[in-house]
Nanobody, 124 residues
Framework: QLQASGGGLVQAGGSLRLSCAAS????????MGWFRQAPGKEREFVAA????????YYADSVKGRFTISRDNHKNTVYLQMNSLKPQDTAVYYC???????????????????WGQGTLVTVSS
């Protein structure tokens, strides 16, 4: 139901935009989030956005470099990643909140629907 795309190989300092397209149902009333999992590490929170798009939250490690946004008409969430660093290398996952109409959570357990992930590799 959630399909993440846009990953790839980029040099440090470069940019990528990830997309997360929903199909089969609408997620316009649900907060959405991005998480990532680097090799050998636990999956971690990256960013989240409210169902309306009015509120956003970021991990300290990406604040000021990444921007989460959404287009509810297209049922799609985006993650614009600028000034990429080698430590941003990971598989990136999008996810939808378990419950509608609430402030975006940041805990993985609060997200119920997950995409398959897209790999981002940042070379130094």
């Amino acid at each position: 139901q959630l399909q993440a795309s846009g990953g790839g190989l980029v040099q440090a300092g470069g940019s990528l935009r990830l997309s997360c397209a929903a199909s089969g149902r609408t997620f316009s009333s649900y907060a959405m989030g991005w998480f990532r999992q680097a090799p050998g590490k636990e999956r971690e929170f990256v960013a989240a956005i409210s169902w309306s798009g009015d509120s956003t939250y970021y991990a300290d490690s990406v604040k000021g470099r990444f921007t989460i946004s959404r287009d509810n008409h297209k049922n799609t969430v985006y993650l614009q990643m600028n000034s990429l660093k080698p430590q941003d290398t990971a598989v990136y996952y999008c996810a939808a909140d378990r419950a509608p109409w609430r402030a975006p959570p940041t805990w993985q357990a609060d997200f119920g629907s997950w995409g398959q992930g897209t790999l981002v590799t940042v070379s130094s």
